[in-house]
């Protein structure tokens, strides 16, 4: 008998909660099953909160089932793996998850993100001028670009053989090298990268303490066995590098097809997929966003200010001023970058966006999250259509006028509600007129961030 695999992604641009579902469905729903926890792709651009006690732990490239002593953990073959931020990430968790050297493998082929990759992210940015992505300087673009240009990139395989990892590392430094002074015509500092290089070298012998495995054979072996296996998405599906808005993406497939190749399964492996999107919306960094609150104005501001910029706006959530409702909306959600500190922009739900998504995904399943951020909103909208646009172009969507409905909201908390019969009636039209538009059942609900702020609703 073979098992199958759940995928869990996001639906919109990222932060839709996926670390928080991960590590509910490994801890809550299966207490005593045995579980394997698969990241796919991305690496520690992404950041995935989990609450724990009165803890407050982001995992970056770690598989967020760690925090469970019954989960096996996979770093995927797709995943971009920065040694240097993933021995800080268990340096973190190492007294609530003694378990972590056992239940942590790492896929042998994985790239590895080395120093000047990062100099290379940071000097695209600065080329892109005012059309860049607002990256999160984690090397993922150059790390990808050299891995699919089969050149300067590093495998850990490579990196775990000292002889090889030498040679290899050398060549990829020139090669950088070469590019940083040459095209983009800096002027690197020798002392800083000496710097970066020394704690690289320690990641790097981190990496060789590790459990490493062939990733087609892991997940091959651990499908014949009793076990549960998630796939953890990162990123959301508005940023893949292929269906997303050109440019203003990552450069990974974030899709459920991407748990296929980011970890050598078939197709026909994949059970089921539960899609995760906020009751709302929110980006991070450049690019369309249709149902913004504000609009450019509020792109703008969220380009350039910081949480502290905002520290004294008590804006009221039912602002009528859209700009300022926005501000509320990411004050009331705390919309403020896992990774990077970053506003995150805040808008309505866009459904033709999530009917694309849930699309491209095949999705089974859905999980609404921060249902609760919602409370107290006399009316809520919904983008339910573009005026102009009878289904999502992604490389038009700044041209798309949305049209919006607007559902009656509710005054009662539904903060850590976790009885769906609990909720208010409004809250409850809600989530079903999500169901009704997209055709999907929503399943989960999550009220909080908190593990076990989250409705079942089978
Ligand atoms: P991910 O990248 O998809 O894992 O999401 P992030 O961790 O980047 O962002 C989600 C944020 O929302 C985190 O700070 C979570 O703690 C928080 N969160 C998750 N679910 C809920 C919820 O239902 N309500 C509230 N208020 N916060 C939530
Ligand atoms: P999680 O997994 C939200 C965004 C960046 C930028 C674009 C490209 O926590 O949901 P990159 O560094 O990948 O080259 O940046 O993608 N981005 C994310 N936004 N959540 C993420 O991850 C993201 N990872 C990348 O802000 O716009
Ligand atoms: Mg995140």
Redesign the pocket.
């Known amino acids: 008998m073979q098992n199958k695999i759940k995928v869990i992604v ?1 639906l919109q641009w ?9 590590d509910f469905l490994v801890s809550s729903e299966n207490k005593n099953k045995k579980l394997v926890v698969a990241r796919f792709q991305g690496g520690s651009n ?6 724990f006690g009165d803890r ?1 732990i ?2 970056h490239a770690l598989p ?1 089932g760690m925090l469970n002593e019954n989960a096996e953990n996979l770093i995927g073959a797709g995943v971009n793996v920065d040694a240097v931020s993933l021995q800080k990430e268990i340096e973190e968790i190492k007294d609530i998850a003694p378990w972590w050297r056992k239940n942590l493998y790492l896929s042998r082929e994985a790239t590895v993100v080395v120093p000047t990759a990062k100099l290379m992210d940071n000097a695209q940015e600065l080329e892109r001028g005012v059309k860049k992505i607002g990256t999160t300087g984690r090397a993922i673009g150059p790390t990808y670009s050299d891995f699919y240009g089969r050149t300067d990139d590093l495998a850990v395989y490579e990196a775990l053989d000292e002889d090889l990892f030498r040679k290899r590392y050398a060549e990829i430094r020139n090669s950088h090298l070469k590019i940083l002074s040459g095209r983009f015509d800096l002027s690197i500092d020798e002392k800083e990268l000496a710097e970066e290089e020394k704690k690289f070298f320690d990641g790097v012998e981190f990496l060789r303490g590790l459990q490493s495995v062939t990733c087609q054979g892991f997940v091959r072996e651990k499908l014949s066995s009793d076990k549960e296996f998630l796939a953890e998405g ?3 599906t508005l940023l893949d590098v292929r269906f997303g808005s050109r440019r203003d993406v990552t450069s990974s497939y974030t899709t459920s097809a991407g748990a296929c190749v980011g970890l050598g399964a078939a197709p026909s492996d994949i059970g089921s997929v539960l899609g ?1 999107s ?2 709302y919306a929110t980006r991070v960094g450049a690019g369309p966003f249709p149902t913004e609150l504000g609009g450019k104005e509020a792109e703008e501001w969220a380009a350039t200010k910081k949480k502290q910029d905002e520290a004294d706006l008590s804006y009221d959530i039912n602002e009528e001023n859209a700009f300022r409702q926005g501000i509320a909306l990411r004050n ?8 990077t500190g970053r506003l995150r922009r805040c808008g309505w739900l866009d459904l033709p966006l999530l009917k694309y998504a849930i699309e491209l995904n095949g999705v089974t399943e859905l999980g609404i ?5 919602l409370d107290g909103l006399k009316e809520i909208e919904v983008c339910v259509g573009y005026e102009n646009m009878p289904r999502p172009d992604m490389n038009r969507l700044r041209e798309v006028r949305p049209v919006y409905k607007k559902l009656p909201g509710w005054q009662e908390s539904t ?1 850590g509600c976790t009885s769906y019969e609990k909720l208010p009636k409004e809250a409850q039209e809600y989530i079903k007129f999500i169901e009704k538009e997209t055709g999907v059942p929503v399943t989960l ?6 593990r076990n ?2 409705i079942i609703r089978k």
């Open positions: 996001g990222g932060d839709e909660g996926k670390g928080k579902f991960i992404a950041g995935h909160s989990i609450e407050h982001v995992f967020s990162a990123q959301g995760i906020k009751a009331a959600g705390q919309e403020y970058g896992a990774t999250t921060k249902l609760d951020v903060r609900i999550s009220t909080g961030p908190g702020e989250m």
